[in-house]
């Protein structure tokens, strides 16, 4: 085969086959390249048999009722399911329900969670209030803890590890497989938000049970959808994971699976290109005289940097940003007032750049998470460099301009 573009050798390339392929009707189904939007709620059967037939099918991708899902929502489960390496999503109606309902199947009270200190923020809120509320307990730890000092911290009850690798904020890579063993060793199930090492982390081959994308990230990708995805590979967990994903009424629009499942056909290129141009930028910025430091996974002071390059095959184009002390928050206000290209706002995996202040929003209760200076969350999109570039410029110069009286 003279074309390098089916290389097998490649991964990434290989990956970005897959991608044009995967939930896709079959090239004889019915002619067209998609699959089509389903919309329903009652599903009609020929006969009552056929109907009790179908019934007993609840937790296979049977078409029993509208919220059991519709040949739009299968399509979209069988390819995030693929670019996890697992064997059976579960889509639910957001990133924040994709980490909600496996903690809910696999929790129950008079039990005991483990959870990074630098997990998501809403992340935080549900374990310190529904799930405390129901007589579960939380502790948080170190995101960087060694698995002697994890080992520490499981309890008889504890029945989950949560992992977030590299966790909200501030980045930390975790230890997914050594962190995985003790958890496992203790009778747990690890859960992990995947939704930064989407392709470039498999959770599956590092001890992970459970694996979370908020689908409105990067496989979304344009910013006009939110959607999650729950992928195990064990049956067990399946069962579990479906019962009470059903239990909850979990549902998403198929109009939204839709998109997502269009948003997957450029995947490979959006995170190549991304990749490379949040690349580009973090060691730009870390060359700046205002930056102290850049926490970007694949740059060498990043907590977790030797982990990333063990573990990740590539990075995401979100990272944060930590200015020298001299810069205070009303400095930092009027760089990001400032800048005309980047968005303000939050979310993150879309086309656009984006930029928001970080400091005020960490909460830590582990003690983990001070570096040293007003911190900066950006996301790099698909405009060109050099235009991202200046507008960083110009953002500095009112960063300048404030700290220099
Ligand atoms: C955005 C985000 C989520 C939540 O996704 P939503 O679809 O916005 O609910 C979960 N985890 C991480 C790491 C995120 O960045």
Redesign the pocket.
């Known amino acids: 085969m003279p074309d390098d573009r089916l290389d097998e050798t490649s991964e990434t390339t290989r990956f970005a086959t897959r991608l044009t392929q995967v939930g896709r009707p079959g090239a004889r189904a019915h002619g067209f390249v998609n699959t089509a939007v389903v919309r329903g709620s009652t599903v009609l059967h020929p006969d009552l048999a056929h109907r009790k037939s179908v019934e007993s099918l609840r937790n296979e991708q049977a078409m029993v009722y509208g919220t059991h899902g519709t040949p739009t929502h299968f399509a979209l489960e069988n390819a995030i399911a693929e670019i996890e390496g697992g064997t059976r999503c579960q889509i639910v109606s957001?990133?924040?329900?994709?980490?909600t309902t496996p903690l809910l199947a696999f929790l129950k009270t008079g039990e005991h969670v483990l959870v990074p200190d630098c997990v998501?923020g809403?992340?935080r809120r549900f374990c310190d209030g529904m799930l405390a509320g129901l007589g579960i307990k939380t502790t948080y730890y170190d995101p960087m803890i060694t698995p002697e000092a994890l080992e520490g911290l499981m309890r008889p009850e504890t029945r989950v590890l949560f992992l977030?690798s590299p966790g909200?904020h501030t980045f930390e890579v975790q230890d997914v497989p050594a962190l995985s063993a003790v958890a496992h060793a203790h009778g747990a199930r690890v859960l992990m938000?995947n939704?930064?090492g989407i392709h470039f982390f498999q959770p599956f081959r590092h001890g992970v049970d459970v694996s979370?994308q908020?689908?409105?990230?990067y496989i979304g990708g344009h910013s006009d959808i939110?959607?999650?995805a729950v992928t195990v590979a064990d049956e067990s967990d399946w069962h579990r994971l479906r019962d009470a994903s059903m239990a909850l009424g979990q549902y998403a629009s198929p109009d939204d699976c839709w998109l997502a499942l269009r948003g997957i056909r450029s995947l490979g290129v959006r995170l190549k290109h991304q990749m490379a141009a949040g690349l580009e930028v973090a060691n730009w910025l870390a060359e700046r005289p205002e930056v102290l430091r850049v926490l970007h996974p694949a740059l060498p002071d990043s907590p977790g940097h030797a982990l990333w390059k063990r573990d990740f095959t590539g990075a995401s184009s979100l990272f944060g940003v930590v200015l020298k002390p001299n810069h205070g928050v009303d400095a930092v206000g009027a760089m990001i007032d400032g800048m005309t290209l980047f968005g303000i706002g939050a979310?993150?995996g879309g086309f656009e750049s984006l930029i928001l202040p970080t400091s005020g929003t960490i909460q830590r209760t582990a003690g983990t998470g001070k570096f040293g200076g007003e911190m900066m969350r950006l996301h790099i999109g698909l405009e060109d460099v050099a235009d991202i570039k200046a507008d960083l410029e110009r953002g500095f110069a009112k960063l300048n301009e404030v700290t220099g009286g």
């Open positions: 957001s990133g924040l329900s994709a980490i998501y809403p992340t977030e909200s938000d939704t930064w979370i908020a689908a409105t990230k939110i959607l999650g979310s993150w």
